[in-house]
């Protein structure tokens, strides 16, 4: 590796404390890097999870729905759907992880049962809205995890480059460097010694 840097003390100062920084700063940001794949990891496992559920829900629900249609006609289901009155309230917040903002969505439902007179309805439909409305929630929840996954992700390969760039090349320029500046400075000591001593010992004949 080339060095273009004057050997002088002044110099050999600086690039020490430079040095130093960049170690710290090499620590503090490789602690981050650990920090965010923890919990990427952690993200990952939760929306493969949610993402399943979610999946499971919905084919539960649409099969309801089908067995509903299939009972009672899908004219008057479409009728009977007017009268339900579900309103989903989202309130959306974040907390930060290493610097980087994760959504908290928090889903609630209001809503103001029976919509309908249970005669001559099938237990289908009652059971179809039940689980429309766990599978809306589990979609809520998977979506938070998934932007989540993307900011974590995006956070991550930015403190990769960092941490690599470090790494790989300013640590070992400042460390050669040093290095090199400490030689020199100690050659010119020998050579600045070598020279006294001989002008020491033509003086003293």
Partial sequence: ???NIAATKTNLLRVKKTLAMTREGYELLDQKRKI?????????HMTERLQRDVDAKLKEAYGLLD?????????????????IDIKSILSLSQRRIM????PL???????????YSPYAI???????????????QLLAQLAEKKIALLRLAKELQK???KVNA????????????????GDRLDEESRDAFSMLKLIKERLGK
């Avoid at 965010?36 to 990952?44: A, H, I, K, S």
């Avoid at 610097?99 to 994760?102: A, D």
């Avoid at 969505?105 to 919509?115: D, F, G, R, S």
């Fill in 36 to 44: 965010l794949m923890t919990e990427l990891n952690t993200v990952v």
């Fill in 67 to 83: 067995r509903a249609t299939v009972v009672m006609g899908r004219k008057r289901l479409e009728g009977l759907s007017f009268s």
């Fill in 105 to 115: 969505v928090n889903l609630k439902t209001a809503e103001n049962p029976p919509y």
């Fill in 99 to 102: 610097g980087v903002s994760i």
């Fill in 159 to 161: 403190t990769i480059r």
């Fill in 122 to 136: 099938s237990f289908y439909v009652d059971e179809t809205i039940t689980k429309f409305k766990e599978a809306v």
């Fill in 1 to 3: 590796m080339k060095v």
């Fill in 166 to 181: 470090l790494e790989k090349i300013y640590l070992p320029y400042y460390s050669v460097s040093l290095k090199y500046i």
